[in-house]
C-alpha cells in the first residue's frame, strides 16, 4: 500500500532528475550553481504558496484565491511603507494577521455553510484582487533601507550561485510543513479529512478546527509569498501574479498528490516546483522557443501525471479485487 | 409548464429589475433607445450586446453544471477558436469557413474534455484545468504570440454588425439558447442530464448511456465557448491569444449560480442562467454609469457571490425552512418536518 502512495513521489523525482540530466547534457552551463540558486530565487513566491495549496488539496478541496492574496499582500505592503512609517518587520506582520484571518474565513465559511470550496474561494479571489485595486492601481515601488538589507543578504556558493533569502526562506517552509504534515495531529487531520471526510468525522476528527485551520494555513502562506514576492520585483502592484493559483495547483499536481484528496507529499510539490522553473530555464537558455510553450508543456504534464495518478488508481482496485477474489476461492 | 417557469426565475427576474431600476437612478437616460444609422443604440440594448459571450458560455456551462461538472477551458477554448478563425481569414477563407473551423476546434476541445471526464473518470475541475492552462499556450502558438488582425467584412460583421437593426451578437446568443433550450426540455434530454447530475451510478443502472450524454455536454460546451471566442475576436476585429476571454469562465460560473443553479448538479434552468449573465453584465455597467472606480468592480462581484452563496447554503435554507414551518399556516401546506432536535432548535 506504501509503495503505491509513494510512488507518484518516486516518479516526479525521477522526471525531475531525467529533465535536470538531459537539459545538462545539452547545455552543460545549466549544471552550474548559479542556474540552480537562481531556480530556487525565482520560483520562491510559488514554492511556498504551493506548499499551502498541498494542504488545501490533501484535504480534498481547493484555493482559487492565492494569486489575489499574493497582490493584495504586495499592494498592501508598498502602500503602508509609502503611506506610513512603521517598521517593514510590524507592516508583515500585520499583511500574515490579515491574509491568515481571511483563509480562515473562508475555510468558515466552506465548512458552516457546506459551500463548495471552488466556489467560495472564487469569491475571495475577486475580493482580495478588487481590494488590491481599490488599494493603488498602478505599481507601488517599495524603497526601505530594511528592504535593501534583505535583499542583500545572501550567500554565494562557489561557481557565483548566489542563494538569497526568499530560496531559504522556500526550504524552510517545506521542511516546516513536512514537520506540521506528518509529525502533529493536525497533520494527520488533514490526511484524514482529504481520505474522507465523513469516516474522519465518525473518528472524531475536529472538522470545523481542521477546515479553518487548513484555509488559514493557505491563506498565510500566501500571505508570506506575497512578502517574498516583494522582496522579488520591490513593488507592489494589484494586477500582479495572475494565474498563480493555476501553477501551484499543477505542481501539486505534478508533484504526485491526488486531487481527490488524501494522499500525497509535501516533497512532491517541491520537485514540482523545480520540474516547472527547469521547463522556464530550459526555453531561456534555449533562446528559439518561445514563451507559451511553457504553457503547453506544463499542460502536458499535468495530464501525464494526471493520467498516471488514474493507471495507479486501477492497478491498486484491480490488485485488491485479484486479492478478494484469490481469498474467496480458498 | 409556463408558470412553474416563471416562478423558478422569478428571483432572478426580480434581481434583474432591480439592478436595472438602479441603473436608471444613476442614469437617466438608460431605458432610452433610439434608432440611429440603422442600428439601435442605448444602454439597454449595450446591456445585452455586452452580454453576448457571458450568456452564450452561461448556456454550455449550465448544462455542464447540471451534470455535476465544471468547464474551466472555455476561456482558453474562446482564445483558441478567435485564433483559429482569425488565422484562417488571414490565410484566405471565407469566412463562413473560419467560422466553422473556429467551431470544429471548439468541438475537438470539448470532446477532450468530455473523454476525459466520461471515459477516464477525471474529476472536471482537473480535466478541464488542463486544457485551461494549455489552452492560451496553444493559442498562441497559432498566432505566433502576436494579436492577428483581419479586415474580413463578413467575419467582423458577426461581432460588430447588425441584423434588422440590432447587433448580431443578441441574435446570436437568443437563437443559441433557444436552440439549446429546445433541444434539452421538448425532449426527454434535459430530465437525463439532470439525472446524471443527481447520481451518475443509478442514473447508470437505470439505463441511461451517462458518458455518451457527458461528452454530449461537454461538447456543447465547447462549441458555445468557440462562438463566443469568435464574436470577441470579430468585435476587436483580431485575435489576441493573451487575454480573449480571460477570466471569462468565472462570469460564466457566475452567471450559472447567480442564475440559482446548484453546483451540486441536478435541476437546472438555462433561463435563470442567462438572467444571471445579464445581471452581470448589468452591474457591470451600473458600475461604469456611476462613476465609481472601476476598481470597485471585483469587490461588488465578490460580494454578491457571497451574498448568494449564504442564501443558497443548504444550512441556511434549512433554518430558514424551519422558521417558516413553525410559523403556522404553511404547515398545512408542507410535510411535517422532522423532530427538531436541541440544536437546531438554537439555531432557528
Redesign the interface.
Known amino acids: 500500500m506504501s509503495q503505491s502512495t509513494k510512488l507518484p513521489l518516486y516518479i516526479t523525482l525521477a522526471t525531475f532528475v531525467l529533465a535536470f540530466v538531459l537539459c545538462a547534457a545539452q547545455y552543460p552551463a545549466m549544471a552550474s550553481t548559479r542556474v540552480v540558486a537562481n531556480l530556487l530565487t525565482d520560483n520562491a513566491f510559488l514554492g511556498i504558496t504551493a506548499v499551502g495549496m498541498t494542504f488545501v488539496i490533501l484535504s480534498g478541496g481547493?484555493d482559487l484565491s492565492v494569486g489575489s492574496v499574493i497582490a493584495f499582500t504586495g499592494v498592501f505592503l508598498a502602500v503602508i511603507l509609502r503611506d506610513t512609517s512603521i517598521h517593514p518587520l510590524v507592516a508583515f506582520a500585520l499583511v500574515l494577521l490579515i491574509t491568515t484571518g481571511f483563509g480562515a474565513a473562508m475555510g468558515g465559511?466552506i465548512h458552516?455553510?457546506?459551500?463548495?470550496p471552488?466556489?467560495?474561494t472564487?469569491?475571495?479571489?475577486?475580493?482580495m484582487?478588487?481590494?488590491a485595486?481599490?488599494l493603488s492601481?498602478e505599481s507601488v515601488p517599495i524603497t526601505h533601507e530594511f528592504y535593501d538589507w534583505l535583499q542583500s543578504l545572501y550567500w554565494k556558493a562557489p561557481g557565483g550561485g548566489r542563494f538569497r533569502l526568499t530560496g531559504a526562506l522556500m526550504l524552510l517552509t517545506y521542511v516546516a510543513a513536512m514537520i506540521v504534515l506528518h509529525r502533529t495531529r493536525f497533520g494527520q487531520n488533514v490526511y484524514a479529512i482529504g481520505g474522507s471526510a465523513q469516516t474522519a468525522q465518525l473518528m472524531g476528527v475536529p472538522r470545523a478546527r481542521t477546515t479553518i485551520g487548513i484555509y488559514a494555513v493557505s491563506g498565510g502562506l500566501a500571505g508570506l509569498a506575497g512578502i517574498v514576492y516583494t522582496l522579488y520585483t520591490s513593488a507592489g502592484y494589484s494586477l500582479a501574479t495572475v494565474g498563480v493559483e493555476?501553477d501551484a495547483?499543477?505542481a501539486v499536481?505534478i508533484g504526485g498528490t491526488l486531487?481527490?484528496g488524501g494522499s500525497g507529499f509535501v516533497a512532491g510539490t517541491f520537485f514540482g516546483i523545480l520540474i516547472m522553473g527547469l521547463i522556464q530555464t530550459y526555453i531561456v537558455f534555449d533562446g528559439t522557443l518561445?514563451?507559451?510553450?511553457?504553457?503547453?508543456v506544463?499542460?502536458?504534464l499535468?495530464?501525464a501525471f494526471?493520467?498516471l495518478q488514474?493507471g495507479l488508481g486501477w492497478a491498486t482496485t484491480a490488485r485488491i479485487r485479484l486479492l478478494t477474489a484469490s481469498d474467496a476461492r480458498s | 409548464m409556463m408558470k412553474s417557469t416563471l416562478k423558478r426565475v422569478m428571483p432572478q427576474i426580480i434581481i434583474l429589475a432591480l439592478v436595472l431600476a438602479a441603473n436608471f437612478l444613476v442614469f437617466r437616460g438608460f431605458f432610452h433607445v433610439e434608432f440611429q444609422h440603422g442600428r439601435l443604440f442605448g444602454n439597454l440594448i449595450d446591456v445585452l450586446n455586452r452580454g453576448a459571450p457571458t450568456a452564450l458560455l452561461a448556456t454550455g456551462m449550465t448544462l455542464v453544471i447540471a451534470t455535476r461538472g465544471?468547464d474551466l477551458s472555455v476561456g482558453a477554448v474562446m482564445a483558441i477558436a478567435g485564433a483559429v478563425a482569425a488565422s484562417a481569414v488571414v490565410g484566405g477563407a471565407h469566412w463562413t469557413l473560419a467560422v466553422l473551423l473556429a467551431l470544429a476546434a471548439g468541438a475537438a476541445c470539448g470532446l477532450w474534455n468530455g473523454v476525459l471526464v466520461a471515459i477516464?473518470?477525471?474529476?472536471p475541475?482537473?480535466?478541464t484545468?488542463?486544457?485551461?492552462?494549455?489552452?492560451?499556450?496553444?493559442g498562441?502558438?497559432l498566432t505566433?504570440?502576436a494579436i492577428l488582425t483581419f479586415n474580413d467584412p463578413g467575419l467582423i460583421r458577426l461581432g460588430a454588425g447588425t441584423i434588422a437593426a440590432v447587433p448580431t451578437p443578441i441574435w446570436i446568443w437568443i437563437a443559441v439558447a433557444c436552440v439549446v433550450g429546445l433541444v434539452i426540455r421538448r425532449s426527454a434530454l434535459g430530465l437525463l442530464i439532470e439525472a446524471v447530475g443527481i447520481n451518475q451510478t443509478s442514473s447508470r443502472l437505470a439505463g441511461i448511456n451517462a458518458r455518451v450524454l457527458l461528452i454530449a455536454v461537454y461538447l456543447v460546451s465547447g462549441l458555445c465557448a468557440a462562438l463566443a471566442g469568435v464574436i470577441v475576436a470579430a468585435d476587436i476585429k483580431g485575435a489576441d491569444a493573451n487575454n480573449a476571454g480571460l477570466w471569462m469562465e468565472?462570469d460564466a460560473?457566475?452567471a450559472v449560480?447567480i442564475g440559482g443553479n446548484s453546483?451540486?448538479g441536478g435541476r437546472f434552468s438555462i433561463t435563470a442562467s442567462l438572467l444571471g449573465a445579464l445581471i452581470i453584465q448589468g452591474v457591470n455597467s451600473l458600475i461604469l454609469l456611476s462613476g465609481m472606480?472601476?476598481?470597485?468592480?471585483?469587490?461588488?462581484?465578490?460580494?454578491i457571490?457571497?451574498a448568494i452563496?449564504?442564501i443558497?447554503?443548504?444550512?441556511?435554507r434549512h433554518s430558514l425552512y424551519l422558521l417558516r414551518a413553525s410559523t403556522g399556516p404553511v404547515l398545512r401546506e408542507r410535510p411535517k418536518p422532522a423532530p427538531r432536535t436541541p440544536q437546531e432548535e438554537g439555531q432557528s
Open positions: 481547493i465559511i458552516y455553510l457546506e459551500m463548495p471552488f466556489i467560495v472564487l469569491a475571495g479571489m475577486f475580493l484582487r478588487g481590494l485595486y481599490v492601481t493555476l495547483i499543477a499536481v486531487l481527490s518561445s514563451s507559451w510553450w511553457t504553457k503547453i506544463i499542460g502536458g499535468l495530464f494526471i493520467m488514474k | 465544471i477516464f473518470r477525471i474529476q475541475i482537473v480535466a484545468l488542463v486544457l485551461m492552462v494549455a489552452g492560451r499556450g496553444i498562441q502558438l505566433e504570440g468565472l460560473i457566475l449560480v453546483l451540486l472606480p472601476v476598481e470597485f468592480n471585483l469587490v461588488i462581484k465578490a460580494l457571490i457571497i452563496l449564504v443558497q447554503s443548504p444550512r441556511v
